[in-house]
């Protein structure tokens, strides 16, 4: 039985559904990334979890316990929920001291004083912050706050947190490094982690799972990462994930072409049956999926080569289109540099076949 | 460890049939407090102004527009209203430039001094002018006639243009104070690539400086023109000696004239909806012109402005700044403490004349004592009440936001856009029988007319706390295992008690010194500091008059310093 379940959830916020019918499962002691792109409800759902926010459909369980059930009229109020969340602000108290920032959940249950004492002192060397503990937060760092925030978080609840965009506001090499904390931290306290966030590599880095989300609302993909990167369900997933070419296939006599606009190139891959009667496919590859190889029939010309250190960046441009090609370094070292304005043959890789997206969209 | 799921079996009962929230006690309880106290007096108004006996008539209306009394009232209310506004803006605008931008001597303290005249009662300044000033009796006057040989006095303080200096000289820093602050914000770099552009100093303060300040410049002046509109305790003062009346003194004679009946009350209260007919007109202008908005190169950060050398004028503009401030400030200061300290009004003013017997009389007056004591009850608890009831509104406004909050912002300022004298009428009609709540000539019809009157400077103050408190503030506090109440009380109650308590302060402060509404809302028991000091001028008294006017200048400069220094104690943290 899964540990958090969301079913069938719906919440609108007056005309504009937000959710419909949501359904997701978390395992106990996973940490599961939900991403999707800004707007497309993952705060609402994270705010129905927590009691903020009240669904008008579904039912919300934790553990064996229901929180919140629309047939069965139950909604636990925010404060009896038990449930740690981390807010992209951080939410920390500014009046108070690390110390009672911290202590707040403890008290609001009557633990004895020594008992929130000694929890504090054990919580705040978890997040490697005890030399701060009668700071204001006025005296610390964004990270420190969010360390706080954390903190406070694991004070509310071991066993099940939130993190609605919980690095957002930090900078690049912050980001990496809380990441790898939090990471460190589930696996030394084995809590269930739900966090939400719109960047894919966060998710992708963090998560034992990953649920992408539409902009729509709806839950496209769930799986690890591997089943995200290697086995995309929609061309949303392909192009959400990373960068990525899109070209077209054309049926000419029964063939798929490679359309690049004014000239037809052959395309020597298969198309998977199902889509084989489409007049036009879209077709997803990925910058590192096309190599150089003079003897393809397809043809560009390299407008410009961009050294990025581990990789080398080409922006080719084939008939109409231009593509983005990307070769390790050791790989561009072995098979010798592409100068720009020089002609090369293009070999794909691994394509992604997706019905085209002007028929999608009728 | 802890878990709190697990001790409460009984979750699902929670729910469900929902409670009423405590938001929607905060909402439902805002709603008729504002109902009560700002609807109730102001729908009084209007209904006595055109109904009579329970029947719809304009006659009331028409008889007391079309008479002469009131047409000349309204003319002075608008002439003196026009002319304080257009000087005012002109004096605060120029010390704005003088002590913001130039390298005048003595700059930060000639700044302070600048806006002493905002805290200064108006009514004790005008009183402060008569007795120098007067027509007759004035000592300057006086002195002058003996001295030169005049034939009649050579200064008539008690004229429109007596008026016009005094009102001019406690509403310009409205202008000075908007104006200085927008200087400061403003980017410099601004006004140096028109330097460098090859523009002149002066073509740079017309093109570039006045423009850039013209919608500061202009809130400042409308703020002047609503407030000398209705206007009361100066053209009290000056005007009533000379049959100089604007429309509120003239409210104000007609309800006195009367004794309080009804039917002067009821007069008054059509000349009030006339009253409030003016100063609307200037209301509505002043929306539009906040509605044609600001620029947004005036940055919220302070930087440093170019600083322009006066050279050779300085010296002369310094002791043209310092002679305004001995005018405005010191003279008026003076007259009062040394008026407090002669044996009889009109002996010179020379040490052999002195003496402590007017405080001697003042302290042993029981009337006056109770005065004293009557203001501080109201002064404390209209801060008190109208600091909690602006907050409770402003949670209401700002967090729960329910249908109907813009109503409720409405309601809660409306009351300071109408005039004090306007206000009290209303608060007769309503709280002296008609609706079964007798309240007349007792304390408790003051206060109820103070914390109209003051809502809207709490509700404002605390409404911009509470914007600055994040609603995830809150949220936290709730998932942390705070009820609603409990988060109020632990997180959103401490971070805006600061604004809370600048709240009280900005209520106390005028509530002390006030006089318009309680000059007619007093009994025979419940005069307020003010109205005692009006009524001793009033009988001829006065020496006695500044003795009390000088206590409360004490008491409110002490008040002032003790706020400065809290203020300046929680910027430190």
């Known amino acids: 039985m899964a540990y958090v379940r969301f079913e069938n959830i719906s919440f609108a916020y007056g005309d504009n559904q937000v959710l419909k019918n949501f359904s997701l499962s978390l395992e106990k002691n996973e940490i599961m990334c939900l991403v999707g792109p800004s707007g497309c409800g993952k705060t609402t759902l994270v705010r129905c979890l927590l009691g903020l926010n009240r669904p008008s459909e579904g039912e919300i369980w934790v553990g064996d316990t229901c929180m919140f059930s629309s047939k069965r009229r139950i909604n636990v109020p925010a404060e009896r929920r038990g449930i740690g969340i981390v807010f992209q602000d951080y939410a920390v108290w500014p009046h108070l001291t690390v110390k009672e920032n911290i202590a707040y959940p403890m008290r609001k249950r009557k633990v004895p004083k020594q008992e929130i004492d000694r929890r504090v002192e054990d919580v705040l060397r978890l997040v490697r912050m005890s030399e701060y503990i009668n700071h204001l937060p006025s005296q610390l760092s964004g990270g420190q706050q969010q360390r706080v925030a954390i903190a406070r978080a694991l004070m509310t609840s071991d066993d099940l947190i939130v993190m609605d965009e919980p690095i957002t506001n930090l900078d690049a090499k912050l980001r990496e490094q809380m990441l790898y904390e939090i990471r460190e931290l589930q696996r030394n306290v084995g809590t269930t982690v739900f966090y939400i966030t719109h960047d894919q590599r966060a998710a992708l880095q963090l998560g034992d799972r990953i649920a992408i989300m539409d902009p729509k609302g709806d839950l496209i993909q769930l799986g690890s990462d591997e089943d995200i990167i290697l086995r995309p369900k929609t061309r949303f997933v392909f192009e959400f994930i990373g960068v990525t070419n899109f070209l077209n296939l054309k049926r000419v006599d029964g063939q798929h072409k490679l359309d690049l606009g004014s000239t037809l190139a052959p395309w020597p891959g298969e198309v998977p049956q199902e889509l084989r009667g489409g007049a036009v496919i879209d077709v997803g590859i990925r910058p590192n999926d096309i190599v150089f190889d003079s003897s393809s029939p397809v043809r560009g010309t390299v407008e410009r080569a961009v050294f990025l250190g581990s990789e080398y960046e080409y922006f080719v441009r084939a008939g109409e289109k231009t593509l983005r090609i990307q070769q390790g370094s050791l790989d561009a070292g072995q098979s010798g540099i592409v100068r720009e304005g020089s002609e090369v043959g293009l070999k794909f890789l691994n394509p992604y076949y997706y019905p085209a997206a002007r028929e999608e969209a009728v | 460890m802890i878990n709190l799921r697990g001790k409460t079996k009984d979750l699902a009962a929670v729910d469900g049939r929902r409670r009423i929230g405590l938001d929607a006690v905060m909402t439902a309880l805002s709603f008729v407090l504002l109902l009560v106290i700002v609807v109730t007096p102001i729908s009084m108004i209007i209904y006595h102004a055109f109904f009579y006996q329970g029947q719809f008539s304009l006659d009331l209306l028409i008889d007391q527009f079309t008479r002469e009394t009131t047409l000349s009232a309204m003319w002075n209310t608008i002439k003196i209203a026009l ?393 936290a506090a709730r998932t942390c295992g705070a009820s609603h109440t409990e988060s109020l009380k632990d997180i959103t109650l401490p971070l805006i008690r600061p604004a809370m308590v600048s709240g009280f302060f900005l209520i106390f402060l005028p509530a002390m010194r006030e006089v318009t509404t309680s000059v007619l809302l007093y009994g025979p028991y419940t005069r307020t500091l003010g109205v005692q000091i009006y009524s001793l001028r009033d009988a001829g008294m006065m020496p006695q008059a500044s003795a009390l006017g000088s206590v409360a200048i004490v008491l409110i400069v002490v008040v002032n310093t003790i706020v400065n220094a809290l203020n300046q104690r929680r910027k430190g943290v």
């Open chain 2, 83 to 475: 002319l304080v506004t257009v000087f005012g803006t002109i004096v605060g605008v120029f010390y704005a430039w003088l002590l913001g931008r130039s390298n005048i001597p003595g700059k930060s303290l000639m700044r302070f001094l600048f806006t002493i005249p905002y805290m200064f009662p108006p009514f004790l300044g005008a009183m402060a002018w008569d007795l120098l000033l007067n027509g007759r009796s004035g000592y300057l006057n006086r002195w002058a006639i003996k001295t030169f040989g005049l034939s009649s006095a050579p200064f008539n303080i008690n004229s429109i243009w007596g008026i016009v200096f005094v009102e001019l000289s406690y509403y310009f820093p409205f202008v000075f104070m908007q104006v200085v602050s927008a200087l400061e914000r403003m980017d410099p770099t601004l006004e140096e690539s028109a330097r460098i552009a090859g523009a002149r100093q002066g073509t740079v303060i017309r093109k570039i400086t006045l423009p850039l300040v013209t919608p500061a410049i202009s809130s400042g002046a409308l703020l002047i023109l609503i407030s000398s509109l209705a206007h009361f305790g100066v053209p009290a003062i000056l005007g009533f000696s000379q049959g100089i009346f604007t429309l509120p003194t003239r409210i104000y004679a007609v309800i006195a004239r009367s004794g309080g009946s009804f039917d002067g009350i009821r007069q008054g209260a059509a000349l009030s909806i006339l009253l409030v007919a003016v100063v609307a007109i200037a209301l509505w202008i002043q929306q539009r012109v906040i509605r044609s908005g600001g620029y947004d190169i005036i940055k919220g950060k302070s930087m440093r402005p170019t600083v322009i050398n006066l050279r050779g004028a300085r010296i002369p503009l310094f002791i043209l700044a310092l002679s305004t401030l001995v005018v405005i400030v010191l003279v008026p200061l003076v007259m009062i403490f040394l008026v407090a300290l002669v044996k009889a009004y009109g002996l010179p003013l020379i040490p052999a004349n002195f003496t402590l017997a007017n405080y001697e009389r003042i302290f042993t007056a029981s009337g006056t004592i109770e005065s004293i004591k009557n203001s501080m009850i109201l002064s404390v608890s209209a801060g008190f009440i109208t600091m909690i009831l602006g907050t409770l509104v402003a949670y209401v406004v700002q967090k729960i936001r329910p249908k109907g909050s813009t109503l409720l912002e409405v309601m809660s300022v409306l009351p300071y856009s109408i005039p004090g004298t306007v206000l009290a009428i209303g608060v007769i009609l309503a709280w002296s029988g008609s609706l079964g709540i007798n309240l007349y000539n007792t304390l408790w019809i003051i206060l109820v007319a103070y914390i109209a009157r003051y809502l809207s400077f709490s509700m404002k103050t605390s409404s911009a706390a509470l914007l600055q408190v994040h609603p995830s503030l809150e949220e």
